[in-house]
């Protein structure tokens, strides 16, 4: 069988959010962190954004 190892398996939920840091991707339902407000991604941004997620609510994120 397949062994995955690491963060890869590891499912980031509202617990546990990314932080985020610019230029940075994102993905659909993670949870991301900035200036220590919590956002849920609502599409992937399939780029790179280096936009503040506050700039983002609405289009890509929201608040959690």
């Known amino acids: 069988g397949v062994r995955l190892v690491g963060s890869e398996m590891c499912i980031r939920d509202r617990d546990d959010p990314i932080p985020y840091a610019p230029p940075m991707e994102i993905f659909k339902d993670k949870y ?33």
């Open 32 to 64: 991301y962190t900035q200036s220590k407000v919590l956002y849920k991604c609502i599409r992937d941004s399939g780029q790179p954004l280096s936009h503040n997620l506050s700039d983002l609510v609405g289009n890509y994120v929201e608040k959690a």
